[in-house]
């Protein structure tokens, strides 16, 4: 679609000549400049989409009008945020013989007298609204003008029906609009009405126009928003009245809409935001996110589309797909992410050594980050404005996830329910989810939270929270107790190539299968269990259990190869790095240069890093009793304890007086000073 040439606007009266007399430029109400020339100008009103240099002038112009009760103010970032949805009437004064409306009227001295913008509902619904014109202007028929263009741009951009609300019916009636009933448009009423303090004693009159060919008594509406008015009436937001069958909402299903929205705000809940048209949420079907779904909708007002990244997890991804959609998601997307996150994240991990504080493996962390991304991603090719997650205010994860938000698309709305909704605690989140009719079981308050992937099965909270509690066998989720283990032990080989396992027991196998058959292996005879309480990077103290038998044989088998192929000052100098690899990934910081370049050292440390480890595991130990490396720096006639050809004892004099030289001359010197003050005291 070409857009429209907005220079070609003529003005709807021709112009008007002002003598005016020589002085300084004054200021409108609005902000902007009123310019007077020494002779007679040429006044005239061109309309053209609006600009962020025009936020300023727009404001001020709404704001004049909304001190007489004419519309809602609006600040300065919601207009800066909808710009491209404002068309403004600029005035501009021409010189004598000038052109009304050519290129020359763009740069010649002008204000802004009038703006209006369009803001979508939906696909097929736009609503007309912060339609100001300047009280200095007014008579000349620049509100008509504006009205007129708005209405035209609808229609380019194939808008179905246009509304608006208003006090002046009519004026708006002079320009096509015909009365409607408020419960036309149940998505204005949601998106905005609710919010506002006059909702009892409205006195605004609903006006539309239709812009293509439409049944008359019903707005024509997609799949998509009979879907979401589907979901509205099984949640219960919309009378039960039936959706016909021609693809339309009938007043019937509509009409009791502000009776509805009144009982919503007496029942205490929020009313919806602004601003917010489509989020993408990551979802897992647990109580968080599923009850994000319905709030989100709620509070925001906006359609909600649900990721789910298959990262290992052992769940029915398709109940779960089922579950969001009975819970009001518009749609549920789907990733198997398992090989990029076992070949991109897990491994670079083992080949770092990171573990944080001695005994975590990071197997919630290292997830967040290729989670978030990929929602990112699905966000900018659904056309999302927002993303939302299910993090509470206390944990690590809130802070994993936004951290790669911000550097993935910084432009994209950050929303996180736990930090916005009154919930205290689980059990009123259980109970709000369960009022909005979602599927879960009974709610028990000893309730852990639990978290699955491919790498680990954790456990927090609940009884967990007592240091003094011994968990029961039936927490582990994977590994089997010692009691329980075989009594003949089991043996591995994991050879790796650069640092990267690519065989298992002689068989090439993808990253995920590797892993996956490790974890098989290991829970069997018990390994990978941590009882740990770790340092949370907000601050305080939290006691988790841990499982992660794969990743437990794949570390010891890789340390040990490491410890053959690495010299001592690097191998030294890694561990150091390990440990800020480890904070690095714990904290979210996966995305950044500091990563990055941590990743380029740790990859050079792993050139030589080629060969096999044999592990045997047993009663939920897995240690390495062979290993084999092509660049081995270990030899074994310079380790033997028997027959010395390759090494002569003599040697080692020199070295040993070399290296404690700072030592001896450390001690010559304290001797002379107890000598010193012996002498001293004895004088």
Not at 44 to 71: E, H, S, Y
């Amino acid at each position: 679609m070409a857009a429209p040439n907005w220079a070609c606007w003529k003005p709807l009266r021709g112009p008007r000549r002002l003598g005016l007399s020589p002085s300084p430029p004054a200021m409108t109400a609005s902000g902007s400049r009123i310019w007077r020339a020494r002779g007679p100008v040429a006044v005239t009103v061109i309309i053209r989409p609006a600009t962020l240099d025009d936020v300023p002038a727009i404001v001020m112009l709404i704001a004049q009008n909304a001190r007489k009760g004419g519309l809602l103010p609006r600040d300065e970032a919601s207009v800066r945020a909808h710009i491209g949805n404002f068309l403004v009437a600029v005035q501009v004064a021409l010189d004598e013989g000038s052109s009304e409306a050519g290129p020359d009227a763009l740069g010649a001295p002008s204000r802004i007298v009038g703006c209006g913008s369009l803001l979508p509902m939906n696909a097929t619904l736009v609503e007309l609204r912060s339609l100001a014109v300047d009280e200095a202007a007014r008579g000349a028929g620049i509100g008509q003008r504006l009205v007129a263009a708005l209405v035209e741009e609808a229609r380019r951009r194939r808008f179905g029906t246009i509304f608006a609300l208003t006090r002046v019916v009519g004026f708006f009636e002079r320009c096509g609009f015909t009365v409607a009933p408020k419960a036309f448009f149940p998505e204005k009423v949601w998106n905005d009405c609710v919010a506002c303090p006059m909702l009892e004693n409205c006195d605004e009159v609903a006006v539309m126009m239709p812009l293509q060919q439409g049944e008359p008594g019903a707005i024509r509406v997609t799949p998509e928003d009979r879907e979401r008015v589907l979901q509205a009436i099984q949640a219960g937001r919309i009378a039960r009245r039936g959706v016909s069958r021609e693809n339309l909402i009938p007043l019937e299903t509509v009409a009791r809409l502000t009776e509805e929205v009144k009982a919503h705000r007496a029942q205490g809940f929020a009313v919806p935001k602004r601003d917010v048209r489509k989020v993408v949420l990551a979802y897992n079907g647990g109580l968080d996110s599923s009850a994000s779904v319905p709030w989100l909708i709620e509070h925001y007002g906006c359609e909600v589309i649900c990721f789910v990244a298959d990262i290992g997890q052992r769940e029915d991804f398709e109940a779960i797909r089922q579950k969001a959609l009975r819970t009001g998601a518009s749609k549920v997307i789907i990733k198997d992410l398992r090989d990029e996150f076992a070949n991109e994240y897990l491994f670079p991990l083992i080949q770092s050594g990171a573990i944080y504080e001695n005994k975590y493996l990071l197997g919630a962390s290292i997830s967040r980050p290729l989670i978030a991304k990929h929602q990112v991603a699905v966000a900018e090719a659904e056309g999302a404005d927002a993303v939302a997650h299910g993090a509470t205010g206390k944990g690590n994860d809130q802070v994993r996830f936004e951290l790669t938000y911000m550097a993935m698309n910084p432009k994209l709305r950050v929303i996180a329910p736990w930090r916005e909704w009154a919930f205290n605690g689980w059990q009123e989140v259980y109970e709000y989810a369960r009022s909005r009719g979602v599927p879960l079981g009974e709610y028990e308050k000893g309730v852990y939270t639990t978290d699955e992937n491919l790498w680990h099965f954790s456990h927090e909270g609940g009884r967990l929270e007592d240091l003094e509690y011994e968990p029961e066998e039936c927490l582990w989720e994977w590994t089997n107790a010692i009691e329980e283990t075989p009594d003949q032990p089991e043996y591995v080989e994991v050879e790796f190539i650069n640092g990267i396992p690519k065989r298992l027991n002689g068989v090439a196998l993808g990253g995920a299968a590797l892993i996956e058959r490790l974890n098989e292996i290991g829970s069997l005879h018990g390994i990978g269990r941590a009882d740990l309480v770790e340092n949370r990077l907000i601050g305080m103290k939290v006691r988790r259990l841990d499982e992660a038998p794969g990743g437990i044989i794949l570390r010891v088998a890789h340390q040990s190869l490491e410890e053959i192929t690495l010299d001592r000052e690097t191998m030294h100098f890694k561990q150091m790095v390990a440990l800020k690899y480890a904070e690095v990934v714990y904290n979210g910081q996966w995305f950044t240069p500091l990563r990055d370049a941590l990743q380029a050292f740790v990859t050079v440390t792993q050139r030589d890093v080629t060969g096999s480890a044999r592990v045997k595991l047993f009663k939920g130990n897995a240690m390495v009793v062979q290993r084999r490396a092509a660049y081995s720096l270990y030899r074994e006639d310079l380790a033997t304890f028997n027959t010395d050809a390759a090494y002569d004892h003599d040697d080692a004099d020199g070295f040993v007086k070399l290296y404690g030289l700072p030592m001896r001359v450390k001690a010559q010197l304290d001797r002379r000073r107890v000598t010193r003050a012996t002498s001293q005291d004895a004088g």
